[in-house]
């Protein structure tokens, strides 16, 4: 599966430029060359069965140099830079002189992306892959634009799991107005991964409006069924609970043979440190345990979100109740930022964190007692 061929930035755009717009972002980390190979192979058949498009297909590749390589990054993660500060740097032209190379990447590839026409619907589908076992799952902010497009892609949808995660491209494009979805197509090296990467990206396209009505020669069906056969039958849509961060200090090992999507028990051992073995603090399924030598994440724990739960957040939202949530006990505006609320929770006694999520707020962070948390800039949109 290694990239030997030179790697453009642009992979293959397709497509009237009016209408809506999909973009598919292939190997932003540059150890997972499946999002690259299921691109191409995505091009490849549109061309060759001259299949017709109502909106633009784009194929960008995210970290040319680090594909080249085989290797994750050079010397930072692109997919957790996009800071304000840096994002400010990178829209502004300054010199990168002092900075990591990646941000040459990241520039180019923001340069891209903002020179887009706002006007259509524009979306955007994160390729990646896993360095454990895994079925392939899609990984988004809960706003109901994305819910729409996550639906569509058959695959279990993890909620809360961009909330862990600062400084994702993802985040910056959501701002902006983008539809986001991230897919994890399972295994780096798993040949698999790239069949679940494809078909992701035709079932993106069908959501995206991309694609022309009743044409026969798209193989949507057979996306559909490849990934609705690897779901295995494990829910539809989980929540991220707790996330075990990691420095190199740590020395932290995952014990040999998880995967993503077991179950595992309260106070089960999951990894070794440098203190000892690392239990789990409550029950659920694992989710993304680390087996390669970089990342900040040793593994996350989640649990399924009962569907009468989505209903209720789906229903509560389109009936505009997040905007009165500013008149809950404990709950004030952060008067520098309208989007932002502080929550004490010394007197917000509810499940504040819960009740939040179900109506689309972001939790940002903790500061002892006061919890702050943000609506999602595509909820704000909707209801105000
Ligand atoms: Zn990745």
């Known amino acids: 599966m290694p990239v030997l061929e030179p790697i453009p930035r642009i992979l293959g755009e397709q497509g009237p430029t009016s209408g809506p717009l999909l973009v598919v972002l292939a190997s932003v980390h540059g150890n997972e060359p499946a999002g690259y190979h299921a691109a191409r192979r995505v091009l490849a058949r549109l061309a060759q069965d001259e299949i017709p498009l109502s909106g633009r297909l784009l194929c960008l590749v995210g970290n040319r140099a680090a594909l080249a390589a085989g290797v994750r990054y050079r010397d930072a993660d692109l997919n957790r830079l996009w800071t304000p500060a840096v994002v400010a740097r990178l829209r502004s032209g300054g010199s990168l002189a002092a900075a990591p190379a990646d941000e040459e990447e990241a520039r180019e590839l923001l340069a891209i992306l903002d020179a887009q026409p706002r006007t259509a ?168 345990p680390l087996y390669q030598p970089t990342g900040s994440d040793g593994f996350f724990l989640m649990r399924p979100v009962p569907r009468a739960w989505l209903v209720l957040a789906w229903a509560l939202r389109r009936l505009g109740v997040p905007r009165l949530v500013p008149l809950l006990p404990g709950v004030r505006r952060d008067p520098a930022r309208d989007d932002v609320l502080l929550v004490d929770r010394r007197t917000a006694r509810f499940r504040a964190l819960d009740i939040l999520h179900l109506l689309g707020f972001r939790r940002e962070r903790a500061e002892g007692d006061l919890l702050v948390v943000s609506r999602r800039p595509a909820e704000l949109s909707r209801t105000g």
């Open 121 to 288: 619907r524009r979306t955007v589908l994160d390729l990646h892959t896993t360095s454990g076992a895994s079925l392939p799952f899609a990984v988004l902010a809960d706003s109901l634009p994305n819910r729409r497009l996550a639906r569509t892609l058959e695959v279990p949808v993890i909620l809360g799991l961009e909330e862990q995660l600062d400084g994702t491209l993802l985040s910056v494009l959501e701002a902006d107005g983008w539809i986001t979805s991230g897919c994890e197509g399972g295994r780096h090296e798993d040949p698999a991964s790239i069949d679940h990467c494809e078909a992701a990206i035709w079932l993106a396209m069908e959501a995206a409006g991309v694609l022309e009505a009743d044409v026969g020669r798209v193989p949507l069906e057979a996306a559909r069924a490849r990934l609705r056969a690897a779901r295995r039958g494990v829910p539809r849509v989980f929540e991220v609970r707790y996330r075990h961060a990691i420095s190199p200090a740590d020395r932290f090992l995952m014990n040999p043979g998880w995967a993503s999507f077991r179950t595992v028990a309260a106070n089960q051992a999951l990894g070794v440190d440098r203190d000892g073995p690392v239990l789990a603090p409550e029950q659920g399924r694992l989710l993304m």
